[in-house]
């Protein structure tokens, strides 16, 4: 399976900022929209959003799990 | 918009017509909850199991939604949900046996899901007040079930031989009862046409066929080709067949209810 990590944010309140809470791995980004929903439903999310962890650019580690470097599946 | 219908105005017929039309939506639900229930152990990945079973509690939660909607119309929804033999349910024929592997769950989550999503959305544009103000978060919940519907199966149409070849047969088999049950125009599908409840089967089927027709000819199912499968049984409210009895026994929580003293 070529699944891909997918970090999830998400907020309450319109007022709130975004948190991570968690991630999902998924074949794609539709999928991985509804996992994320699905799989983080234990509040009532005013929004939440997914991203693929090697879209994010770490600014001052060059370790760690939003580096690009692990949790990739492909 | 219609005339929010007067539930006592209704004569006998339109009565029968509108528990028929509660009972199949809301017996629809409950079996594709419990194929949904099927698969919670054994999908591809863990977030795909959590997914369904998430699935899953969405169907029931909207089956007893419709199922509380039948004391409006003189029946007691704990009857019909706990005492009813498998024969009585009026649930689309699609869904009488599991599915023996993932890409029968995602043909079923495509087909017929959307299918009973279609028959909903005719039931909340119609002048049953309940319907109205129930059903749209419903299908806002559905937005989801379509939307990982879609992916898996674009994901398996592109996959291997094997993959497709199950998916279009899965696809193939699924489409005869589906059309059946959601373009139904025999005397009580009528009757709730003319009264301004729901849409014509024949309306509905074309809003399924547009919505699956990209889709399905991904494996080579041309959906216009599709035809519905005969046997039609108006009394019954479905084609032939009944759910599994199994299914049934799980849905009526036989064995756990025993439990119970009164």
Redesign the interface.
Known sequence: ?L?RVYDVFARKHRGDQLAHIGY?????D??A???A???Y?EEHWFEMCVIRRTAIIPVNRQDGPFTGLTGEGE | MNEPLEIRDLDGTGMSALRRLILTLADSKRMMGIRYSDWLLGAPSIEAGIAVSAMAQDEWGHARLLYAMLKDVGLDPLEVEHERPGEDYASVGALDEPFDHWAGLVAAMTVVDEAISVALLGFSRGSYEAARTRVPKMLAEEEFHASLAKAWYRRLADSSHKARTLLHDSTECLLPPVLAWLGADDASARAMVVSGVTESGESMTEVLRERLRDLTALVEVNIDRAQPNSGWDEDRARGPGRPDEEAIERVRGDRNRALLVE
Not at chain 1, 24 to 28: E, P, S
């Open positions: 399976m699944e999902v791995d998924a074949l794609d539709e999928m929209r509804v996992y929903w699905k799989t439903d």
